[in-house]
């Protein structure tokens, strides 16, 4: 269960929109989806060793209350920090709480 105060920062989570161009190239923008509470931890130390030998690109962790209308291609905007979602999961099964597993652009 996420306790009231652990939700410190305000993001807004975006999802990409393709259009074709007027010669056939495909551009890709972001359109928002949402804004919720999370909590943002930049991965270190042995936890950040465990992902990057699952996967290279992981650097951080953010808890947001649990949706089911979160997809791996989306992204997170936090102030003018950019995180992509890599793999999201429920830890618990409980339907409360969301980790989405991203790498930020820097």
């Known amino acids: 269960m996420i ?27 972001w359109t928002t989806h949402c804004n919720c509470w999370a909590n943002i931890q930049n991965l270190k130390g042995k936890e950040y060793w465990d992902a990057k030998s699952i ?12 949706r089911d209308d979160i997809t791996a291609d989306m992204r ?8 992509y979602v890599e793999s999201f999961y429920d830890p618990n099964e409980e339907r409360k709480e969301l980790l989405l597993m991203c790498w930020e652009a820097l």
């Open 76 to 83: 997170v905007k936090y102030e003018s920090r950019y995180f």
């Open 55 to 66: 996967n290279s690109e992981v650097t951080a962790k953010i808890k947001i209350r649990y």
């Open 3 to 29: 306790r009231a105060g652990e939700l410190e920062q305000y993001i807004t989570i975006e999802k990409p929109v393709n259009t074709e161009g007027d010669y056939g190239e495909t551009t890709t923008t």
